[in-house]
């Protein structure tokens, strides 16, 4: 039956910032307890796409990777990656959508589809779309220009979809929206064009609706925002029965595993390493080898046997683990820090390391009694971790070096901030309305040691708790309680960079 092999195409979760409800880890869940074999993330970002894979692939269930992002007529689309040269291209997308800020507010131009769109693919007219709009208020003819402009725009038109849905709540508003999805499958098959059905999901259960609610309130209040939540409690994780009864077109049921079929190729090469390489393994080695015994020459007269012993294993560990060019990067950086006096300093477990030592600096690990196997060994093939701190107040022309000297090659690393209890609940008690004074006091009961949990077993069991004026809130503690760990905003590592192949 169509219904059996339903996927849920447009996916929300908590990683589309105070929007979702939900994390990767309790869509998977609730995806397998319905019998679902698929589903696809389709944030505003990509920020949740490793641990919904993962989280995927442990419970036997294909991940589907996209994004909403928004084009020249202002509508969203959704793309779904078929394959990992389609994810490069949504990355390609994204980044061109968020240029310049840390939210997709750009929109993406006919060039930028047509020239990323392959591996890709695209599904239109769902509910904040021109599409939509025109075939709501009967113009036809707007619609069909609009889905036309998609097709001729798309490096393969095939995969085009046109979005079929129902988030109907009274009779009048499930009428309007079949009365919608008639003419839609109507102007899709005078196209030739499939239909699919979506749920747009937000929530999990519709009782999560007030959850949404809520994150848009802290949008609305907090970052004053003019944003609005979701009509209804519809936009929920629905059976494939569910979806059949509010899409009755079976056609549209299908295609979604026809779709994940399409997609069935897309893979992430999770825990394989991508290093930049600058040279050759072998240059690299001999490079490296000459400046070690160069700087050597410098430090040490004569050059002690057990310093060239230890010398000799390290280089030989190092190039069994063809990481000689990662040594090489670290001296560059620390050569421009040097010439620009910006003071630099060894720390972690790379100060056991000789060659670390002659090359970056830092204590001599011999003479400190320092373990170089606590740093590299044969038996880890993971990156070396040597860490360099910058003068704080200069670090930025040393990432702006990198940038500019590799500007193809690099990107900072980012960090995702999640709600802790006083976060949580200061913000929720915001968005439901309390005065300021009230929420400062409410707030400030809460012990800066609580870092999550379940809130109200703390209420419970902390004795600094025990008279907590929260108690008398019920309703603001178990909604901040589902806030708990959930992400809320992206941001930038302080000094993280990432270097990999062009």
Partial sequence: MEMDRFAHLEVQSSFSFLWGTFTPQGLIREVAALGQKAVAIT???????????????????????????????????????????????????????????????????KQDLAHWSRGLICLAGGRKSRIRSALTGGRSDAARKALLELKEVLHNPEHLFLILQNHGKSEAEVQEALQVMKSATELASSLEIPVVATNEVTFLQSQDYVLHRALVGIQREHHHRPVHPLSNDTFFLASGQEMMQRVPYPEAIRNTSQ??????????????????????????????????????????????????????????????????????????VVDFARAKGIRSSIRGSAAGSLVV???LGGVDPIENHLLFERFMNEARADMPDIDIDFDSERRDEVLRYLMER???????????????????????ARALGYPLNEIDRLASCLPWSLRGGDLKAALDELP?????????EIPLVELAAKLVR????????LGGVLLTQG
């Fill in 259 to 332: 779709i994940a079929a399409l997609c069935s190729r897309f893979s992430l090469p999770i825990g394989m390493l991508h290093p930049p390489l600058f040279l050759q393994a072998e240059e690299a080695s001999q490079k490296l080898t000459k400046l070690c015994f160069r700087e050597a020459a410098k430090l040490y007269k004569p050059f002690p046997i057990r310093y060239l012993r230890q010398l000799d294993h390290e280089i030989e560990v190092i190039n069994q683990l063809k990481m000689a060019d990662v040594f090489l990067l670290s001296r560059m």
């Fill in 486 to 493: 959930l992400p809320y905003q992206g941001s930038t590592h």
């Fill in 43 to 109: 944030d505003v970002g990509l920020h949740g796409v490793v641990q919904f894979y993962k989280e995927a692939v442990k419970a036997g269930i294909q991940p589907i990777v996209g994004a909403k992002l928004s084009i020249w007529d202002a509508s969203y689309v959704t793309l779904l990656a078929t394959d990992f040269k389609g994810y490069g291209n949504l990355c390609r997308l994204l980044s061109i959508a968020i240029e310049g800020g840390t939210t997709p507010t750009n929109l993406i131009t």
């Fill in 357 to 359: 030592h002659l090359i």
């Fill in 406 to 428: 590799f500007p193809r090659q690099t990107a900072m690393v980012g960090t995702i901030l999640s709600f802790k209890a006083r976060s949580a609940v200061r913000l929720t």
């Fill in 464 to 472: 600094e708790l025990r008279n907590s004026p929260l108690k008398k």
